[in-house]
Each structure stands twice: as C-alpha cells, then as structure tokens.
C-alpha cells in the first residue's frame, strides 16, 4: 500500500517523529510504500472560507495555491494516511490544523444528500502525543479527529495516543509495542 504520513510537529527529533518513524519502519518492514510529510517546513496557508471550492465538487479547486495541493493531492493517492501531531493547547498543532481546514476543498453536501468526498473509503488513522493524560488533555482532539474521518467519509483504520510525555529517549518500552500496533492497523483494518 502506498501510506503518507502527516508530521505535524515541528520537532524532528521529537516524541510525536519518535514514534512515527517506529510506525513508518514496521510500515517499510511489511513491504508498503511510505512517505513522510513534514508539514512545518511546508507553506500551508489557513482556510480562507471563501467556498469557492464548493463550485467545483470534483477535483480540489481551493483558490490557494500553496504545498496544501500536492498534499491533499498525495492523500487522495494513498492507501491510507496517518496525520501525526502534539497536543497544543488540547487540540491539534496549528501546522497540522492548517491542513485538516484546507480539507474543506476535499468535500462536497457535508450533511447533506450527496456528501461526496476526494477522500472517501480511504484509511485514515491519528497518532497524537502530549505531557498530560489522555482524559484532561487529549479526549477532545480525538473526538474531533473522529467528526474529521465523517467529514472526509474516510475510514479510522486506527489511533493512538502517547500521554505523559518528557523526552523522546523515556518513552517506555510498552510504546513501541502499541506503535507497531498502530502500524498493523493502518494497512489491516
Ligand atoms: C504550545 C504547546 C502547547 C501544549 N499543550 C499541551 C496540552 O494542552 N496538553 C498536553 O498534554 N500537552 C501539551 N503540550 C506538550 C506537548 O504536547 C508534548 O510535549 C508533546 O509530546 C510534544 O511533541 P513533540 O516532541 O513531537 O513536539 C504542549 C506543548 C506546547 C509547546
């Protein structure tokens, strides 16, 4: 399968990249075809809300062309994506959150008859990673993730989150395990 995954930390060395390149080498191990996307680095303007991507259902007609195109371009032509980013503020990192907003060009009827989406049948999956637990900081965020995947008609093929993080090097042992985990869902469920 062809899987892109979605960095949106701006730390490369950090706990969510840590734990992403874990997910990303069992991926490779299991022979699929995986390229990382990191966002910071990347020019991805926030939604202007103009619409004018709803005149054109079919194709992703946002006005804006910035790296947020070839992105969701990339996304339609995978397998699966996995969106990977740091709790901010019990929410998602803003490189991140630009790029779900751009989504908005994706989807057609959200809620109405005809919902269509460039995304839909697509897997999907969430890896998040924060200081606090998962209930006082996180719970929100994959609620909203979970509205994303309806949004977008895709399919969560799965999730985690790391909670009281420090550093990259005293992620615990058991992480890995529920990484690889995580990596298997991906291409499996
Ligand atoms: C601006 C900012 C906001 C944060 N907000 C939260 C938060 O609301 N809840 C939480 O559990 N951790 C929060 N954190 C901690 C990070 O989510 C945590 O350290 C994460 O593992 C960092 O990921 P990274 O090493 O990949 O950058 C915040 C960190 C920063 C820098």
Partial sequence: MRITTLLGSARKKGNTATVLEWIEQELGAMGHDVERIYLNKKSIQGCLGCAKCRETPHEIACVQKDDAIDIMEKMILSDATLFASPVYFWGFSAQIKALID???SLVTNYHRPGHTSLMEG???GLLVTGAGTYGDNAEGLFTSFDRIVEFLLARKSGELYVGECTTPDALPE???NKALD???S????
């Fill in 102 to 104: 751009r989504g908005f």
């Fill in 122 to 124: 697509k897997r999907v």
């Fill in 174 to 176: 058991d992480i890995k």
């Fill in 182 to 184: 995580l990596a298997r």
């Fill in 186 to 189: 991906m291409v499996e469920k």
